[in-house]
């Protein structure tokens, strides 16, 4: 195999074949190769096999005329579509892929990956819904322990499902010409009614919910907007309703701070929108935004304004929310992890402890007037935690207000930078130190500063990403970006 050619997307297309009454080879008569032949039967191949001996269930299945046995290879390729190659007999084994290779016709050599040109997946078979997994034949095992999970995750009743909407398919493109709608139509037939009749094992009513819906559109076809947090960043700290939306929806419109890994969940034909706002600069400003919820909404799509952290911690939720009720938009709130609690937990900082601190204040430090607005006589007290949002720019006001306001010295802090993210930093110092130690490792946005007892702890209790790094910690880089 070349492998001076590495495309940018792997070497194997996923591809699915249809061989209902086509003619396969398959070398071999033994367990292995009747584990590729009850698949091959399964999807209705007619099976040649190349063998010396068929062993016991192979040899009934020739009796009974389901496979033909072959004493030797043929001359010409007799318009064979796969080949599998499942023996031990290494003659056998070498003719078998020299035929495959001289007829130029897909090869499926088993446990030989390097000799193969087709491999077979692991299946979720919900037919007509199949889902295949594969490792390049590099871990198979792995992709039958992918394949178990997914198993548990879909409900039989899948298949039916998609046969039903099949049969409709002439009606409910008459009935809602236009994409989105239908797109509706078809969410509320896999998800709601029909589907949990269909799971209740009334396939007749999933058939009559989804025919009256089609004569009085009897279901939801409004537009809505679901405000959803997408937490700091790894993808797994996701809700699975948040998961659910992001799948479902038609037009996502997104900050900067949301993860691209998460995008990838979305449908590949989902309207994106980057309204991207950093430290501040409004570069769409909330009325455009308010706007496009509300253009999108109101044509029926289903809108995911998709937020990091938690939309309802400096996220702006508030307005937004006011926004739509004004106007009448159907709404959700799906909450995410707030970067102050996603940072600290990858962090090993507990915001709470029962020695250290009895309360948690989330608080903003973005801008001088947010600074000066700030009740720094409660904020500099014992006993509580102190989350700052957005104050990479501001940390010697932070610093200088803090300890004007009494709070020591050696107050431990902690910076964690791209909290929950592959290249997470955590920074740890004391409350005197706190700006040179941003401006020692060129603390960049976006990061959680926490200040109080418990940020000592990242120092012990971290887990995730490299160790904390100190004032004294060498790093390359000299100047602060912040
Ligand atoms: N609604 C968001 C906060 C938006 S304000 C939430 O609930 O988390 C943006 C600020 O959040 C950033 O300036 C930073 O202080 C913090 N932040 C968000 N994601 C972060 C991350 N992965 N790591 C560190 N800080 C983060």
């Known amino acids: 195999m070349n492998t001076e050619t590495r495309p940018e997307a792997g070497e194997w297309l996923p591809i699915f074949i249809r061989l209902a009454g086509q003619p396969v080879l398959v070398a071999g008569g033994g367990v292995e190769a009747r584990r590729k032949i009850d698949r091959l039967l399964k999807h209705g191949a007619q099976v040649d096999v190349l063998a010396n001996m068929l062993e016991a269930p192979l040899d ?13 290879l043929p001359s010409s390729s007799t318009g064979y579509r796969l080949v599998i190659v ?41 037919a007509p819904i199949t889902i295949a997994i594969g490792s390049a034949g590099t871990a198979p095992e792995l992709a039958r322990m992918i394949r178990s999970r997914i198993e548990t995750l879909l409900p039989q009743t899948l298949g039916p499902l998609a046969r039903l909407a099949s049969e409709l398919k002439d009606s409910i493109r008459h009935r809602f010409p236009s994409l989105p709608r239908r797109r509706r139509f078809l969410g509320w037939l896999f998800r709601d009614a029909p589907a949990e009749a269909m799971q209740a094992g009334d396939p007749s009513r ?61 449908r590949r034909d989902a309207d994106f929108i980057d309204v991207a706002k950093r430290g501040g600069k409004c570069s769409t400003p909330q009325l455009r935004i308010n706007n496009l919820m509300l253009s999108h909404a109101r044509a029926g799509r289903r809108v995911v304004r ?22 009448e938009i159907e709404y959700s709130v799906v909450p995410g992890i707030t970067a102050a609690a996603g940072c600290a937990a990858y962090a090993g900082i507990p915001l709470t402890h029962r020695d250290h601190a009895h309360s948690v204040h989330l608080v903003t430090a973005h ?47 902690a910076i964690v930078e791209n909290g929950a993210r592959p290249e997470q930093r955590v920074l740890t110092g004391r409350l005197d130190r706190l700006h040179d130690l941003a401006v020692r490792h060129s603390v960049a946005s976006p990061a959680m500063v926490y200040v109080g007892e418990v940020a000592r702890l990242a120092d012990r209790l971290g887990w995730y990403g490299s160790p904390p790094l100190s004032l004294e910690c060498d790093s390359p880089k000299l100047t602060a970006t912040a």
């Open 60 to 72: 009934e299945y020739r009796r009974q005329s389901r496979i033909r046995r072959i004493e030797a």
């Open 86 to 126: 499942a023996t031990d007999d290494e003659r056998l084994r070498r003719a078998a892929l020299a035929f495959a290779a001289e007829h130029a016709i897909p090869v499926n050599a088993v446990d030989d990956p390097d000799n193969c040109t087709a491999i077979l997946p692991a299946i979720v078979d919900r």
């Open 206 to 266: 999933a058939r009559a919910l989804a025919a009256r819906a089609l004569e009085d559109s009897g279901f939801d076809t409004g537009g809505s907007v679901a405000l959803v947090g997408a937490g700091p960043g790894d993808p797994e700290l996701l809700t699975l309703k948040a998961l659910r939306l992001i799948q479902e929806a038609d037009v996502i419109i997104h900050d900067a701070l949301v993860d691209a890994r998460i995008l990838d969940y979305a």
């Open 306 to 327: 998709l937020k990091g952290g938690d939309s309802m911690v400096f996220g702006r939720g508030g307005e937004e929310l006011e926004f739509l009720r004004t106007h």
């Open 367 to 413: 801008g001088k007037d947010s600074i000066d607005r700030l009740d720094w006589a409660s904020l500099a007290r014992e006993n509580q935690t102190l989350a700052f949002y957005m104050a990479v720019a501001r940390l010697s006001d932070l610093q200088a207000n803090l300890r004007a306001h009494g709070q020591p010295a050696s107050t431990p802090v």
